[in-house]
T-cell receptor, first 114, second 111 residues
């Protein structure tokens, strides 16, 4: 695919459940970002990967949130013991290399915790 | 505290009526300032990156400028298809690659 792909596009889960959100970046892009966007707000930074390692995870709100990128391509954002306040659109973005500031965003996963 | 503030929250223009959107920032260290466009239900789409005060960039009807404390996105003779939310973001140079977004300006252009 030509762009960043995120799956699923929508996810409804019950409070307390575990969810995984997947991001397929543009092929060859080494930098990958996760953001969270609430209605009427701008994206909120969560974590940044350079290759397989998390170069900056300062935006993760608490230890219920975790993200991996084991082979330096696909990334998974994992949320444990979901809470209603976790409901938001989770956006993934990638860019070709470290320091590149132009990021290409996916369409996001809309997570609803009921 | 690092902060990015956009104004106005919403802007309604007639087709052809030029205007400007503002992004003011207070950050510990600036690596770059970005402008993105976001359509409903979609991810942000990159428009510009500005790195230093005095820099300007143009693309079709859009022109972005940067000072030490704020950035402007000027829209000249807008068309209905320019209707979208415009997001400003600042990437920090404090060791990581954290990027802080503003809440956006929702632009409506009426034919």
């Amino acid at each position: 695919g030509a762009g960043v792909s995120q799956t699923p596009s929508n996810k409804v889960t019950e409070k307390g459940k575990y969810v995984e959100l997947r991001c397929d970046p543009i092929s060859g892009h080494t930098a990958l970002y996760w953001y969270r966007q609430s209605l009427g707000q701008g994206p909120e930074f969560l974590i940044y990967f350079q290759g397989t390692g998390a170069a900056d995870d300062s935006g993760l709100p608490n230890d219920r949130f975790f993200a991996v990128r084991p082979e330096g391509s696909v990334s998974t954002l994992k949320i444990q013991r979901t809470e209603r306040g976790d409901s938001a659109v989770y956006l993934c973005a990638s860019s070709p290399q470290t320091g590149d500031t132009e990021a290409f965003f996916g369409q996001g996963t809309r997570l609803t915790v009921v | 505290e690092d902060q990015v503030t956009q104004s106005p929250e919403a802007l309604r223009l007639q087709e052809g009526e030029s205007s400007s959107l503002n992004c003011s920032y207070t950050v510990s260290g600036l690596r770059g300032l970005f402008w993105y466009r976001q359509d409903p239900g979609k991810g942000p789409e990159f428009l510009f990156t500005l790195y230093s005060a005095g820099e300007e960039k143009e693309k079709e009807r859009l022109k972005a400028t940067l000072t030490k404390k704020e950035s402007f996105l000027h829209i000249t003779a807008p068309k209905p298809e320019d209707s979208a939310t415009y997001l400003c973001a600042v990437q920090l140079n404090t060791g990581g690659f954290k990027t802080i977004f503003g809440a956006g300006t929702r632009l409506f252009v009426k034919a």
